[in-house]
């Protein structure tokens, strides 16, 4: 397997994001048999200062697409962040899925030695070297929202565990 930047990322947002996706189908079928309403988990947190899940989830896509937009040198498409429903969110995540996959891989391959500049909250700005921004800044934080998401379920109920959360690991054989 050739190691590049488009190898180390899209897949690894790929493979999380349909994990989280599957994580929120168990979601919605918990809350539908508990008659929990459809926007309650999506309003949950951890602790009052942190996000509730919707924004977890909504901050999660971003850093997928947002970062391999930069890395190729694209701009992403904005999102809403109007998300109400657990349906809504994993629709938010095909969405990304969707512009993931309409990305050049050849570009994403190209980006490192190329500078990005990225928004840190509302008005700070970023600059860092390709690789060390998709390895030391865009993956550590879109794994920190993922886990995050993953708790808010968990600590709320839903029956879901690590494997949930890993999805399907590709290379791994059980010996």
Same mark, same amino acid.
């Given at each position: 397997m050739t190691i590049d930047a488009y190898t180390i990322t899209v897949p690894v947002f790929v493979r999380s994001l349909g994990a989280l996706s =599957?994580? +929120?189908? $168990?979601? *919605? =079928?918990?809350? *539908? @048999?508990?008659?929990v309403g459809? /926007?309650?988990?999506? %309003?949950?947190?951890?602790? /009052? #200062?942190?996000?509730?899940l919707a924004r977890q989830v909504q901050i999660a896509c971003d850093f997928a697409k947002n970062?391999?937009?930069?890395?190729a040198g694209v701009e992403a498409p904005a999102f809403a962040d109007d998300e109400a429903t657990l349906a809504d969110l994993r629709a938010r995540i095909e969405r990304t899925l969707a512009v993931l996959g309409g990305? #050049?891989?050849a +570009?994403? @391959? @190209? /980006?490192? %030695?190329?500078?990005? *500049?990225?928004?840190m909250g509302p008005t700070k700005r970023g600059r860092m070297e390709a690789t060390a921004y998709l390895l030391h800044y865009a993956l550590p934080n879109f794994h920190f929202? +993922? =886990?995050?998401?993953?708790?808010?379920?968990? /600590?709320? %109920?839903? *029956?879901? %565990? $690590?494997? #949930?959360? +890993?999805g399907a690991v590709p290379g791994l054989e059980f010996v």
């Open positions: =599957a994580v +929120l189908g $168990k979601a *919605e =079928a918990w809350s *539908e @048999a508990r008659r459809p /926007a309650v988990l999506p %309003g949950c947190r951890l602790i /009052a #200062d942190m996000y509730p970062a391999t937009a930069r890395a990305i #050049d891989p +570009l994403v @391959a @190209a /980006a490192p %030695g190329r500078t990005i *500049e990225f928004p929202h +993922l =886990a995050t998401a993953y708790g808010i379920l968990r /600590a709320n %109920g839903v *029956e879901i %565990g $690590k494997p #949930d959360f +890993l």
